[in-house]
């Protein structure tokens, strides 16, 4: 008798990837590199898939009766299920209750299974719908955190702005005594006479005269 070869199908512990990506292997470029994606078929949880397949497989690919149209009401249908969901588990419980040798227990158990299947295939077709309002609410919130973000800056923008026009508010009037405290115009503005004194003949100053004479030399 051949030993049945066990495979699974979920990804190894994380601790096993952990211990790969040691800072000796990633100095050393020994990291395993990802995966490629797929292209082709796959295996998931012992399911084969392919690429190209939709989202949400029609129950025909699948190999399963529809119970529905093909033109149809979400929510009605979802009742419809619901309703004979309930029915068929009192059949079942009345059955193993009678006979639960019975054949028919199998068949009940059969339809309830394809009632299930039914209401988890039109639960799964309102994923976009839910995705899309996922991603409007994350959207609004984030419209809403940046709308605070900005009314807390103009806040603060208002308030620096009256301290400053207060700070101004409070500056003394300038008068002829407080410019000659800050500024010495003797010095700014040198008097006629030494100004003669300080520029050449041909309007360069003096130090840079004497500098150029002292490079000539060199």
Same mark, same amino acid.
């Given at each position: 008798?051949?030993?049945?070869?066990?495979?699974?199908?979920?990804?190894?512990?994380?601790?096993?990837?952990?211990?790969?990506?040691?800072?000796?292997? &990633?100095? #050393?470029?020994?990291?395993?590199?990802?995966?490629?994606?797929?292209?082709?078929?796959?295996?998931?949880?012992?399911?084969?898939?392919?690429?190209?397949? =939709?989202?949400?497989?029609?129950?025909?690919?699948?190999?399963?009766?529809? *119970?529905?149209?093909?033109?149809?009401?979400?929510?009605?249908?979802?009742?419809?299920?619901?309703?004979?969901?309930?029915?068929?588990?009192?059949?079942?419980?009345?059955?193993?209750?009678?006979?639960?040798?019975?054949?028919?227990?199998?068949?009940?158990?059969?339809? *309830?299974?394809?009632?299930?299947?039914?209401?988890?295939?039109?639960?799964?077709?309102?994923?976009?719908?839910?995705? #899309?309002?996922? *991603?409007?609410?994350?959207?609004?919130?984030?419209?809403?955190? #940046?709308?605070?973000?900005?009314?807390?800056?103009?806040?603060?923008?208002?308030?620096?702005?009256?301290?400053?026009?207060? =700070?101004?508010?409070?500056?003394?009037?300038?008068?002829?005594?407080?410019?000659?405290? *800050? &500024?010495?115009?003797?010095?700014?503005?040198?008097?006629?006479?030494?100004?003669?004194?300080?520029?050449?003949?041909?309007?360069?100053?003096?130090?840079?005269?004497?500098?150029?004479?002292?490079?000539?030399?060199?």
């Amino acid at each position: 008798m051949s030993e049945t070869a066990q495979v699974s199908s979920l990804p190894l512990p994380p601790m096993q990837y952990v211990t790969l990506f040691s800072e000796e292997n &990633i100095k #050393r470029g020994r990291t395993p590199r990802p995966p490629p994606p797929i292209t082709d078929n796959y295996s998931m949880f012992g399911s084969p898939f392919n690429t190209d397949d =939709a989202v949400i497989r029609p129950l025909e690919s699948q190999n399963i009766r529809r *119970l529905y149209p093909n033109n149809y009401d979400h929510r009605r249908e979802l009742k419809k299920l619901n309703h004979s969901i309930t029915a068929s588990f009192l059949d079942l419980v009345d059955i193993c209750i009678r006979n639960p040798e019975s054949e028919a227990r199998a068949t009940k158990i059969d339809d *309830l299974t394809l009632l299930f299947i039914h209401m988890h295939h039109l639960v799964n077709e309102f994923r976009p719908h839910q995705a #899309r309002e996922t *991603l409007k609410v994350m959207l609004e919130q984030q419209n809403r955190q #940046r709308l605070e973000i900005a009314e807390r800056f103009r806040r603060h923008f208002d308030k620096a702005w009256e301290l400053v026009q207060q =700070a101004i508010s409070t500056i003394p009037e300038p008068t002829e005594s407080n410019i000659k405290l *800050l &500024i010495d115009i003797d010095r700014v503005q040198p008097l006629e006479g030494n100004s003669n004194n300080q520029a050449c003949g041909n309007g360069c100053a003096e130090e840079d005269r004497v500098l150029c004479q002292i490079i000539d030399l060199l």
